[in-house]
């Protein structure tokens, strides 16, 4: 992979590969690139996966096997920014997938705890709307919504 821009370093505890094979199943334009194993020299076992190179939407991944000692929160989140329902639906769907949850107004977690926004582009349009009336109430449609339903929020919005 290049070694230009940035990398975001994805920290596991034994579950690399399976989430470099998962994230590649649900991005279309994915990539994987070198596989890195452990060896005598530890800390993990010797022939076991360190680290798996990925690519998905042009960012670039390490999956580090790298112990117990961390785990993902909220802090840090992946916006899948979608040009229609039908891809909101499409990732949404994929990434809860197998033990994934739905969080709020388009977050979720995926089945390894890491954070996702599934935003549609126009749903950025209508919170940030000029006119602070249609604002508000495209906000406020999206603070009781799990999933983002731009047309909910656009009906929301037109409503006076």
């Known amino acids: 992979m290049p070694s230009k821009g940035f ?4 920290w596991f505890d034994g579950e690399a590969e399976a989430a470099a094979d998962f994230y590649l199943s649900v991005f279309k334009d994915g990539k994987r690139g070198r ?8 800390p993990g076992p010797a022939g076991s996966v360190m680290v798996v190179e990925f690519e998905v939407n042009g960012q670039k991944f390490i999956a580090l096997n ?4 961390f785990k993902f929160n909220e802090a840090v989140s992946f916006q899948v920014h979608c040009a229609d329902q039908a891809e909101v639906d499409h990732y949404w769907s994929a990434l809860t997938r197998d033990g994934g949850q739905e969080v709020a107004c388009g ?3 995926d089945r390894f705890g ?3 926004q599934v935003v549609p582009t126009e749903a950025i349009d209508l919170i940030s709307d000029p006119d602070p009336g249609r604002a508000a109430r495209a906000t406020a449609a999206m603070l009781q919504m799990k999933k983002l ?10 409503a006076a």
């Open 35 to 42: 596989t890195g194993r452990y060896t005598d020299a530890g």
């Open 149 to 158: 339903d731009a047309a909910e929020m656009r009906r929301a919005a037109d």
């Open 66 to 69: 790298g112990g117990p000692e």
């Open 114 to 116: 890491v954070s996702w």
């Open 107 to 109: 977050w979720l977690k």
């Open 7 to 10: 990398t975001t370093c994805l």
